[in-house]
């Protein structure tokens, strides 16, 4: 059995081995083809694979596979359905990851109640797919269909961020796991709550750094009457920003407003067939009654028309609308076939608003000096973009282009006050860029939290913090 | 000089009293007058005032005194406008209180981020006075004129939550004075992040145990063009209630909807001249363009003739208005003037939606039977709503009936999944109350937090936990 790169524990692999064995039969992954799946995520990063897998099926076992590992001295990963892209599940120092997708169930929807809890392995789709009879839906879209607790994990947002929020607002209360094998809960299923600390809110984006969790309570929102999508291509990538930078600060509730570059389009007409136009485009999405969006969408074209703004095309029919987001949310796999064999790097920011321009103007330069395949596109309404590197894998010269553009990107962000990353979390991609951020004294109080839950350091070891 | 009730450290007073002298000068407040200004709040809990007061002007003045405080060992409270209910700023174990009133620089408006960030001693009122040309606003509204720090720091929310959030949704960044005296930063200026632990988060609603905020970065929103504000009272209290059930379950985004009981419409009439029909009333009010004002009350207007509501009474001018929502915000001197005399209890549950009627229902019952004057009012969009126990301050037996009302009230809160308060905080009134929701686990791991950044326990003791 392959260990992992190192352990700087008193790890005793052998008794571990076998208490898992012996409580989880066949859901203990042991064999190097089983635990290779767990090697590889959607990200670039590269990382050995753990050194055991272990597939729970209840809270109780995930409580029994911790306190196990942790008797043994052996570093913990959740794992859900391995789409984060900072290596966020990476078993850099091997040991067990606890997979978490065979718990499917969505235990209650109360409808009454605009709320849903759901077990670890729920993923967003299912859950969409289960509610849709409900008149309800399930907002938080990054796009991969990743599982929901894993987005808590994370702190992902997505495309509809902008009008219904990121997972930060969209989770009403969390089971997790501790680094002991305890299980507490954290908020309620009350809208907000005065109570005490707000563990929920430290859970979500802490990586399973301080926690596992396995069971989330989400809100719920009503599925809107009307629903109006298109695609809009503008002469200029700044007027299509400039357009967006408009829509945001004329508080106009737009419930998506995605931005594609020239070179994203080539991609997505590729790959999804879309026959769009090669210019910079927006996909805007309107939800509300048939006159509210319409009333939205004419004063988003009142704008945009003064910025160069072309035709829309609309995707009136619930098909045509699913093939457009579905072409959107493909934007990786379409990045990745412009170039056979490439691996994509994919890196995003978060600026205010009245730095978009200025932001994806600079990458947009950077790469086409760096004579690179970069396609940028985003979450543009939150000033949330990505710039995703095609790279082959061995042309070490573009990588390490690359990496300066990553790092001007994050030094650009942090500038004007904003974040290295807006969705993708820390990982092990950007540590040290959290240092930047948040500064010496910020971390340490980070790093007093996780020593205090998790003095032996063995929950998902070597994220967020720089050891 | 009187010393608070216990001291469980080694604590040079006598030290502090010389460093914070020379320092601070007559901004160090030690005589009995002073300091017994700050033995009061709003709330219903008795306290003694602390040992000394100080009045910082900067940043780093609150640093030095959190420096000398601790070094003597001396217990430190943070002060804002003195508007809690629950004792959050009760110095139970005598020490140094900081005042940071003095502190109100508006120190930038970025309104083209849609963001601005003020000083500790900021009130609500007082920005939006100065908001008030830029065509933005700050949601948030507690009704009493809290700083907007002290708001953070008890996680608050108010008459507008339903439609904004609370200060959970609208605080971007904070900068907090750790226990050891140094600055650290929560959060950015970019509307979203995935970056490490949300500081920001666990800050508030920490009601200044883990660290005293000095600074935040708050989100504003454009003013709406068209603000629609009604009064609407029904045959039953069930009538008013079945129709904020339902326009919430409808998804209509209303802007307020409070409800007032009928001896709630008779101290509002008493203390502010409303003239009122005594009868549950709604408060209501509406933000958008002309249009989409007027087809939200609609919809709420057929939601609620089926349930037995009468006449809408709008106040249509803007002085109309301003009266309405005064007259609302002035709820508990208006209940504290229905008993000459008179102490008010104001307690606050917040429960999920659909278990809204039967909260009421109950307390109503009890309130009745216990021959207690006590109105019940609330943000009833939000599932959380007020009890307002008026009560003599000698009548033992009315305050023990109040107390099992109050208990009763948090024990039907657990029993539904809310929350025992939804925005007083816990302070030193709801500490039992904390325990019995989280659970013991819970609570340890709030503790741990609190033990890893406050290891000898001087940040606002005696809040939060049961010691």
Known sequence: MAQGCYLPFMVDLHAATQGLSDAFGDRLLTSDSARAHYAQTEGHHSFPAPDLVV??????????AVRMAAKAGLPIIPYGAGTSLEGNAAAVQGGLCIDLSRMTAIKEVRAEDLLCVVEPGVTREQLNSELRSTGLFFPVDPGANATLCGMASTRASGTTTVRYGSMRDNVLALKVVTADGELITAGSRARKSAAGYDLTHLFMGAEGTLGIIVEATLRLHGQPDTILAATWDFETLEGAINTVIATIQCGIPIARMELLDPSAIVACNAFSGLGLPVRPTLFLEFHGTAESTTQQLDLVRALGETEGGGELRFASETEDRNRLWKARHSALPSARALIPGAIVWTTDICVPISSLADAIGLVQREVAAAGLTAPILGHVGDGNFHTLFVLPPGDHEAWAKAKTIN????????????????????????????????GTESLATMRRIKDALDPRGIMNPGKIFLD
Chains 1, 2 share one sequence.
């Open 55 to 64: 597939c729970p099926a209840t809270i109780s076992e995930v409580q029994d």
């Open 407 to 438: 790092e001007m990107m994050i030094h650009f962000a942090l500038s004007v006050g904003g974040t290295c990353t807006g969705e993708h979390g820390i990982g092990i991609g950007k540590r040290q860029s959290l240092l930047r951020e948040h």
